[in-house]
């Protein structure tokens, strides 16, 4: 007969290539057998001499030191188990149940406006009402002041389009002169002359190196 373990839901049994050794209930000596049914905790489960428990339930120091797994100490008891057998399931003790929560306060209907409105009969209600209030009232403080800030913003961009427009009107004209001046030095350069006169607009005299 294959020796196999009577720990419930425990499914090792004898192999000699597995380092598992199976030890029977202490049937001669009944307190300690007590223990180790105690300790499987299987309802209506009485040992025979065929029983036995495997090694994976017991703890190392219950094992003699020259031993390994293969020999008992005299009062040892299995403690590990994974898996107990399941009670049989109690009735509900309906009286130990806690109270159910109390049902929302009901919303109200505005008929004027026809929204839902929350009820305003407890102080906490009327806290969270309020707060609703002051929360729409920044809100439209805010887009005022976001629509300030962009006029601003576009202000500002049609002054910096005017400047810039202003400058590129400023570099034409220098190029223009520059233009004129070279166009100058070079005519006077043909003629022997050592001045350019500038435009009446300036009424600068420049002096050209001959």
């Not at 209506?44 to 031993?67: G, V």
């Not at 509900?92 to 008929?111: F, G, Q, W």
């Not at 400047?163 to 220098?174: F, K, L, T, W």
């Amino acid at each position: 007969m294959v020796q196999s373990c009577s720990a419930y839901r425990c499914r090792n049994r004898y192999d000699k290539e597995k380092p598992i050794s199976f030890h029977k209930f202490p049937l001669t000596r009944p307190d300690l057998c007590k223990k180790w049914e105690a300790a499987v905790k299987r309802k209506n489960f009485k040992p025979t001499k065929y029983s036995s428990i495997c090694s994976e339930h017991f703890t190392p120091d219950c094992f003699k030191r020259e031993c390994n797994n293969k020999l008992l100490k005299e009062n040892a008891v299995p403690t590990i188990f994974c898996y107990t057998e399941p009670s049989e399931k109690q009735p509900e003790d309906l009286s130990a149940a806690p109270p159910p929560p109390p049902p929302p306060p009901p919303l109200l209907v505005d008929p004027s406006i026809g929204l839902l409105m929350p009820p305003l009969q407890t102080p906490n209600n009327l806290a969270v009402f309020c707060d609703h209030n002051y929360t729409v009232e920044d809100t439209v403080h805010q887009r005022k002041r976001i629509q300030q800030l962009e006029e601003q913003v576009e202000k500002l961009r049609k002054k910096l389009k005017t400047a810039q427009q202003r400058c590129r009107r400023q570099e034409r004209q220098i190029e223009k002169l520059r233009e004129i001046v070279q166009f100058q030095k070079e005519k006077d350069i043909v003629a022997g002359k050592g001045y350019v006169i500038l435009p009446n607009d300036y009424f600068e005299i420049v002096e050209v190196p001959a």
